[in-house]
């Protein structure tokens, strides 16, 4: 699987979104080839919260929080509670790898589809914690929760069967 490099020059969207998805991307980059599995192997101090395929579904909740949520102002569940914070990491009954990539695919795109258009100085629908929140504050942010789960992949990824990635 390859990525589509980021343009070195653009207008803010193009440069922001292309990031964006480049780090999208790049998680079903360092996924391949992963047996199912290794997927599920919790090789760091946190065991519950560090396999691969708990990474992949917890980056699927934020796609849908931070873009259904926050900024359409849409009414979806979320998978965590109060009680567990972390629900989200956690593997389901009947889960893969391979859908829980689906699943992220495909929550994406309705991100992608629910910023197309919408002005990036503007402001979102949605609140978090009772705040107001910048459109532009949620795309630099999923910028940076997608980078830092990358890396969280990369040395997950090293551990459970020594790939080392790009």
């Known amino acids: 699987m390859s990525r589509t490099d980021v343009a070195f020059t653009g207008d803010e969207r193009a440069l922001l979104t292309g990031w ?3 780090h999208r991307e790049t998680v079903h980059v360092k996924c391949e080839g992963l047996a199912e599995e290794d997927a599920w192997r919790t090789p760091l101090p946190t065991p519950s919260l560090t396999s691969a395929a708990g990474l992949v579904s917890h980056l ?6 931070w873009f259904e ?20 990491w956690r593997r389901v009954p009947g889960a893969t790898l391979a859908g829980n990539l689906r699943r992220y695919r495909s929550q994406c795109e309705v991100s992608r589809s629910l ?11 949605g609140r978090r914690h009772g705040e107001t929140v910048s459109v532009r504050w949620v795309l630099l942010h999923m910028i940076e929760e997608t980078a830092r789960h990358n890396g969280h992949l990369d040395a997950v990824r090293e551990l459970v069967d020594g790939f080392v990635g790009e």
């Open 20 to 22: 964006l998805d480049w």
């Open 60 to 65: 699927t909740a934020v796609e849908s929080y």
């Open 69 to 88: 949520r926050v900024l359409a102002g849409l009414d979806v569940p979320v998978p965590w509670t109060a009680e567990d914070p972390d629900a989200d």
């Open 115 to 125: 910023l197309a258009g919408v002005d990036l100085g503007g402001t979102c629908a």
